[in-house]
């Protein structure tokens, strides 16, 4: 008896595969990236020579190179989670990992952030003399940029945990492989596309005489 022919199934959907956990800090991932993207514009506003830049340069230039910096850094962070929260959605093999690195590097950006803040100079310190800042509108900022923080900092930590979790690591690595259309006398009637290919049937050897 000849070996049969391999059988086909079809690959079930990526949605159906995975975890409503990767769903959600996908989605997060993707409207946080794209926040943060669109934040490296604000770079510019420091590059730009005016009164405020100047004494900012002057007077603070620590802060004044933190602020670019940690922009930049951020920003270029930003952009690699919008990227790899795509592909998470897509349960790519290699955007888990990813999602891990460019996680531990954002907390620890944030983390850097939330120590500097106590030994940043005020803002009323960072406007030139003749600049009026209402005190109000300074603690609103504060509570505003600590809560932001923070939140990153969950959000992170969150990803990190979720993303090295045993469920997690099985559904990236069982994206299925790619096999091509099945064609001839084996194809299953009316359907068309692509397949996932199942080991071959090996049938039993016939019972000794």
């Not at 506003?45 to 004044?64: A, C, E, N, Q």
Request: glycine share 8%; with cysteine; proline share 11%.
């Amino acid at each position: 008896m000849s070996q049969m022919q391999n059988y086909y199934s079809p690959a079930p959907p990526v949605s159906s595969r995975r975890p409503g956990s990767v769903t959600a800090l996908s989605i997060i991932g993707i409207i946080i990236g794209a926040i943060g993207t669109l934040g490296l514009f604000g770079i510019i506003s420091l590059l730009v020579d005016g009164d405020v830049v100047r004494w900012m340069r002057t007077k603070h230039p620590i802060f004044y190179w933190y602020s670019i910096g940690s922009g930049i850094v951020g920003g270029g962070a930003a952009i690699g989670l919008l990227i790899a929260s795509i592909r998470s959605l897509k349960l790519a093999p290699s955007a888990r990992s990813s999602m891990i690195w460019i996680a531990t590097i954002m907390l620890a950006v944030q983390v850097v952030g939330l120590i500097a803040l106590p030994i940043a100079p005020k803002q009323s310190d960072l406007l030139p003399p003749g600049y009026v800042i209402s005190p109000h509108a300074v603690k609103a900022q504060s509570f505003i940029s600590i809560f932001m923080a923070l939140a990153m900092i969950c959000y992170m930590m969150f990803v990190i945990i979720v993303f090295r979790s045993a469920a997690v690591v099985a559904a990236f690595n069982s994206m299925p492989v790619e096999a091509a259309p099945i064609t001839g006398p084996y194809a299953p009637p009316g359907q068309s596309g692509y397949y996932q290919q199942q080991p071959p049937f090996n049938p039993p050897p016939p019972p000794p005489a």
